[in-house]
T-cell receptor, first 109, second 113 residues
Framework: GQNIDQPTEMTATEGAIVQINCTYQTSGFNGLFWYQQHAGEAPTFLSYNVLDGLEEKGRFSSFLSRSKGYSYLLLKELQMKDSASYLCAVTTNAGKSTFGDGTTLTVKP | ETGVTQSPTHLIKTRGQQVTLRCSSQSGHNTVSWYQQALGQGPQFIFQYYREEENGRGNFPPRFSGLQFPNYSSELNVNALELDDSALYLC????????????FGNGTRLTVT
């Protein structure tokens, strides 16, 4: 089976940096995706890690440690529009994607 | 480039009825995955279709079934609806089953009364 854990809620201030952690246990691990989901909308792709290390895309970065079953999403220079749910999703070699329950981030002025 | 479209957007059904949800995949995508999302939870994997064949299934009973057509569009069928089936059903397409990001449609909100 697969188990994915992320914090339920986080709060941060506009302009700050926030790190959202994700730990997982899975068999046949292939890679890890991060998605953003605004309330009432569909998830949208943010980043993908298949090898250990850091992937950077503008204000967003994602890190993966396969040996530790750990990833984080780093959001810099937070903006109000970054208030959303952030979903960690693990994919297996068979192509199945399993999502965590998401971390609801609230950005305050 | 046309994105993923789902129909209908909202649906109300009675317990015991059957429902069919439809999804058109994004141009160039050959893989479609279906998810069920309850309020406050992450999407739960129902199944995936790759080139018209089922390519993996989550922990959903057999009354959840699907199809993928030659144009890579897809259907999700649910028989003998139960109250707990009330949820947002998301369809997502991708270039291939494993290493490509999922592109989601806006979902179908199903309410079972």
């Amino acid at each position: 089976g697969q188990n994915i854990d992320q914090p339920t809620e986080m709060t941060a201030t506009e302009g700050a940096i926030v790190q959202i952690n994700c730990t997982y246990q899975t068999s046949g691990f292939n890679g890890l995706f991060w998605y953003q989901q605004h309330a009432g909308e569909a998830p949208t792709f943010l980043s993908y890690n298949v090898l250990d290390g850091l992937e950077e895309k503008g204000r967003f970065s994602s890190f993966l440690s396969r040996s530790k079953g750990y990833s984080y999403l780093l959001l810099k220079e937070l903006q109000m529009k970054d208030s959303a749910s952030y979903l960690c999703a693990v994919t297996t070699n068979a192509g199945k994607s399993t999502f965590g329950d998401g971390t609801t981030l609230t950005v305050k002025p | 480039e046309t994105g993923v479209t789902q129909s209908p957007t909202h649906l109300i059904k009675t317990r015991g009825q059957q429902v069919t949800l439809r999804c058109s995949s994004q141009s160039g995508h050959n893989t479609v995955s279906w998810y069920q999302q309850a309020l406050g939870q992450g999407p739960q994997f129902i199944f995936q279709y790759y080139r018209e064949e089922e390519n993996g299934r989550g922990n959903f009973p057999p009354r959840f079934s699907g199809l993928q057509f030659p144009n890579y569009s897809s259907e999700l069928n649910v028989n003998a609806l139960e109250l707990d089936d009330s949820a947002l059903y998301l369809c997502a397409s991708s270039f291939e089953p494993r290493d490509s990001p999922l592109h989601f449609g806006n979902g179908t909100r199903l309410t079972v009364t």
